[in-house]
């Protein structure tokens, strides 16, 4: 067992907890993550792209070859740690939540891309 599969293991099951999660409690996330819905529409959205995308970008990396979706889904993370770091500065949101996003993607980013 490669020394790095481990970690690369936690990072994709932290994936799929995360959209496990918000699948199933979509109107727990909103404490977390700042999202306001009014109706069933944003519950739906938060389901779909919060639950469903992260449980699919997580089955791909546990299901098909690791050599290529660990690298891509660390990719993606990493991706989103940079949109969400200039965000935070544009936008004025550098709070607790958001910098806890960004730490967990830049980890998860580099342990799957490593």
Do not use: C, D, N
């Given at each position: 067992m490669d020394i790095l599969t481990?970690?690369?293991l936690i990072a994709v099951m932290g994936t799929?907890?995360?959209g496990f999660y918000a699948l199933f409690w979509p109107k727990a996330v909103k404490g977390f993550t700042g999202l306001r819905f009014d109706d069933g529409r944003g519950v739906t959205e938060i389901r779909a792209v919060m639950g469903g995308?992260?449980?699919g970008?997580?089955?791909a990396a546990f299901f098909l070859d690791q050599r290529v979706t660990y690298p891509m889904l660390g990719i993606t993370y990493l991706a989103v740690a940079a949109v969400r770091l200039v965000s935070m500065f544009v936008d004025d949101s550098v709070?607790?939540?958001n910098i806890?996003?960004?730490v967990?993607?830049?980890i998860f980013g580099v342990v799957?891309?490593?």
């Open positions: 481990v970690p690369q799929f907890a995360t995308f992260f449980i970008l997580a089955g709070v607790k939540s806890i996003s960004l967990v993607e830049i799957l891309v490593l």
